[in-house]
């Protein structure tokens, strides 16, 4: 259920950030329409991962752990003894 409700209101920031920068990039080359998908991918991205930590879904809090432990060389991620 979170993530088919992040996905959709991702999706809907998505396509409202393509249709505003259509208004002010150039669409007829490659730049202009590689920015506009480009930054309204981020956007969306970004919104589905707030979404989700907002709502407090386990699985992106795992996904964040697993990240900050692999960049910060931390411990090793691994489940507690009592869900194995």
Known sequence: MHGSFSAIIAGVV?????????????LNTFMGIFTQGLVAGVAGLLTWWLILELMGNEEIRDVR??????????????PDKEEI
Do not use: N, P, Q
């Open 65 to 78: 752990t697993a990240l900050h432990r692999k960049f910060w060389k931390s411990s090793v991620v691994m």
């Open 14 to 26: 998505a396509y409202e950030f393509l249709e505003i920068l259509g208004l002010y990039l150039d």
